[in-house]
Structures are given as structure tokens and as C-alpha cells.
């Protein structure tokens, strides 16, 4: 699940990531949060304005995906975020 907002007067894009304890142990949970930072790090900064807050919520099943997957979820969600201006 996907969360996008902006803060008035802020141009500073934030990163919030949820991983609940049902999705898997702590290795895994670590795991998706590193990935999701990873694929905010390279892809999404660039394709958002600046300003932009996300909140990320993984939910059942993100342990089963690959960098890729989780790379190509995040995506279409913030291309969907820029459709919607």
C-alpha cells in the first residue's frame, strides 16, 4: 500500500516504511525495508517532485518478492502518483 502527501513549505521528500510482523521475522522485514530504501534511492526520487512525502506499508506476500518485484510494485505506484496531477 501506497501513501503519497506533501507538507506545506516543505521541499524535503521523506521515506516511511511499515513492515508488519505477519508479513515474516525480523530478516525478512529488514529485508524488504533495505529493499524498498534501495528502489526509493534510485528510482522513485528521480520520477517524484520534490516535496513529495511516501509512506510504504508492506503487506502479505512482500516477503516472496524479489528486488525486481518489489522495484516494479513501487513503480507502478508512483507512476500512478504522477498520473494523478
Same mark, same amino acid.
Given at each position: 500500500m501506497l501513501y503519497?502527501g506533501?507538507?506545506?513549505?516543505?521541499?524535503?521528500?521523506? *521515506?516511511?516504511?511499515?513492515?508488519?510482523?505477519?508479513?515474516g521475522?525480523?530478516? =525478512?522485514?529488514?529485508? =524488504?525495508?533495505?529493499?524498498?530504501?534501495?528502489?526509493?534511492? *534510485?528510482?522513485?526520487?528521480?520520477m517524484?517532485?520534490?516535496?513529495?512525502?511516501?509512506? =510504504?506499508?508492506?503487506?502479505?506476500?512482500?516477503g516472496q518478492?524479489?528486488?525486481?518485484? =518489489?522495484?516494479?510494485?513501487?513503480?507502478?505506484?508512483? *507512476?500512478a502518483?504522477?498520473?494523478?496531477r
Amino acid at each position: 500500500m501506497l501513501y503519497a502527501g506533501r507538507f506545506p513549505g516543505d521541499d524535503h521528500s521523506r *521515506l516511511g516504511v511499515t513492515v508488519s510482523r505477519r508479513v515474516g521475522g525480523a530478516v =525478512i522485514r529488514n529485508r =524488504i525495508k533495505r529493499r524498498v530504501r534501495e528502489t526509493y534511492r *534510485l528510482l522513485l526520487r528521480t520520477m517524484l517532485s520534490p516535496g513529495i512525502s511516501l509512506v =510504504i506499508i508492506a503487506r502479505g506476500g512482500a516477503g516472496q518478492l524479489t528486488s525486481e518485484g =518489489i522495484g516494479a510494485e513501487l513503480k507502478a505506484g508512483a *507512476l500512478a502518483l504522477t498520473k494523478r496531477r
